[in-house]
């Protein structure tokens, strides 16, 4: 299914999250954040692995890479008409 969604380019609305992401790798809360999804939603994604995180902190905290915030919108996108992840 990622590789479906790969050509889709959305527009990134300028926040402070936007910002925070474009830095290098960041927690789940800064791409849930970016991103405008709940945490629940992001670990759907992971589940069913549509989106996976780059590394792990010490403490177990999932970090992810810059790219994987525009795959993450597409995927909430195709949810507002009625597509399922399952």
């Known amino acids: 299914m990622y590789s ?7 527009p990134i609305p ?3 999250y936007q910002r925070a992401w474009l830095q290098a ?9 970016s991103a405008n999804v709940t945490c629940g939603e992001l670990r759907l994604c992971e589940s069913q692995s549509l989106i996976a995180p780059q590394s792990r902190t010490e403490s177990g905290n999932r970090q992810y890479e810059t790219n994987t915030l525009d795959p ?15």
Do not use: V, W
């Open 25 to 33: 790798l960041s927690d789940y809360k800064c791409l849930c954040k």
């Open 4 to 10: 479906a969604l790969a050509h889709l380019t959305l």
């Open 14 to 16: 300028e926040n402070q």
């Open 72 to 86: 993450l919108m597409a995927i909430m996108r195709l949810k507002e008409p009625g597509f399922t992840l399952a």
